[in-house]
C-alpha cells in the first residue's frame, strides 16, 4: 500500500478478541511504525485485556504498590488504571490530519466516541469538566489516555462493561476513589443483568463502540 493509499483508506476497526497486555503493546508498535511510514491505514485495536495494571506519565512512585496484578508503566498522559475481563480497550492508531493536531480536541473526540456508543444503548454518558473520561451520573464509566509520535496516535480509551469493579480497589484509578468508577451493565436499561435486549451485552457495547468510531473517525 502506497502512503496516498493509506491516507485515503477507510478506518479499520480489527477486534482482537482476548489478549495479553504485552502482545498488544508490541501490536501497538508495530502499526504506529507502519502507519508512520504510510503502509498501512488508520485502524483502531478492539481488545479485553487479560488483568493488569497501567500506569502512565502522571503516575505517582507507588501509587500501584499494593495491586495484586502485573503492573506496566507505559508512555500515556494521565495515571494508574485497570484493564481486565469485561472491559472494552479501544487503541487508536491515526494519523491526525493537518488542521486537527490538537490532543485536546482529540481527547474531546474520543469521549465523543464513548458517549456516542452509551446514546445507542440508551444510557446517557456525560464529560466531566477540567477531568478526562466519561461518566454516568457521577461516576466514572471510561478512563482515557494517549500517546502520539509524529502525529499518528496510540494508547487510548477503556470502557467498563461487566468489569469486577473490586479490581480498583487496591489502587487510586486515574488518581480517584476506587468509588467512583462504575460499569455500563449497571446503567442499562430494565437492569444490570449483564445482557442487552438482543443478547450479550459486551457484543453489543463493542458494536456500538464501533459504530461511533466510524462516525466520528471514518
Request: aromatic residues 6%.
Amino acid at each position: 500500500m502506497t502512503e496516498s493509499e493509506a491516507d485515503g483508506a477507510p478506518l479499520e476497526i480489527l477486534d482482537l478478541g482476548r489478549r495479553s497486555y504485552e502482545d498488544v503493546y508490541r501490536l501497538q508498535g508495530e502499526r504506529l511504525a507502519a502507519r508512520i511510514r504510510g503502509a498501512v491505514p488508520d485502524g483502531v485495536f478492539l481488545v479485553e485485556h487479560d488483568p493488569v495494571v497501567t500506569r502512565g506519565r502522571r503516575s505517582a512512585e507507588g501509587d500501584a504498590a499494593a495491586v495484586p496484578f502485573p503492573v506496566v508503566t507505559i508512555e500515556r498522559g494521565g495515571e494508574a488504571t485497570f484493564h481486565g475481563p469485561g472491559q472494552i480497550v479501544a487503541y487508536p492508531i491515526l494519523l491526525l490530519p493537518e488542521g486537527r493536531r490538537d490532543l485536546h480536541r482529540y481527547l474531546r473526540d474520543l469521549e465523543d466516541v464513548v458517549i456516542q456508543a452509551l446514546a445507542a444503548l440508551g444510557i446517557e454518558g456525560r464529560r466531566e469538566k477540567g477531568l478526562t473520561g466519561v461518566w454516568i451520573g457521577d461516576k466514572k464509566v471510561c478512563s482515557i489516555g494517549v500517546a502520539v509520535r509524529r502525529w499518528v496516535t496510540w494508547h487510548g480509551l477503556a470502557l467498563n462493561v461487566t468489569t469486577d469493579m473490586d479490581s480498583f480497589r487496591s489502587f487510586a484509578p486515574c488518581g480517584l476513589s476506587a468509588d467512583v468508577m462504575t460499569r455500563v451493565m449497571d446503567h442499562f436499561p430494565g437492569g444490570p443483568e449483564g445482557k442487552g435486549p438482543s443478547g450479550d451485552l459486551m457484543a453489543q457495547v463493542k458494536l456500538a463502540l464501533g459504530e461511533a468510531l466510524q462516525r466520528v473517525f471514518g
